[in-house]
């Protein structure tokens, strides 16, 4: 069973920044694709942005040229950097990794909390 613990959520004015951290129960030198998720009250699930073993990167416009997501293997970790916060982006951000090589996002963590005040 592999478990991913979010990280680093909180209340940040628009403008702000904050960084998520994505910490893996197990090594994540096999797992190829991982990603963030985000869902607002009342909204579907949406992926945020997404990164591979190679560190192929793709995020979804609404986020791009603000956020970035990385990965360090040594630490079992992945990031998400996000700068110019704006009240949009307010959700529960939940960690994800295809632990099963199957080419999507299966595991996911238990999320965490992004509030951007106005």
């Known amino acids: 069973q592999v478990y991913l613990v979010e990280s680093g959520g909180g209340l940040v004015q628009a403008g702000g920044s904050l960084t998520l951290s994505c910490v893996v129960s197990?090594?994540?030198?096999?797992?190829?694709?991982m990603g963030w998720y985000r869902q607002a009250p009342g909204q579907q699930r949406e992926l945020v942005a997404a990164i591979t073993s190679g560190g192929y990167t793709n995020y979804t416009d609404s986020v791009k040229g603000r956020f970035t997501i990385s990965r360090d293997n040594a630490k079992n970790s992945m990031y998400l950097q996000m700068n110019s916060l704006r009240p949009e982006d307010t959700a529960v951000y939940y960690c994800a990794a295809d632990t099963k090589g199957l080419g999507y996002l299966v595991s996911w963590g238990r999320g965490t909390q992004v509030t951007v005040s106005s």
């Open positions: 197990g090594s994540i030198d096999s797992i190829n694709l």
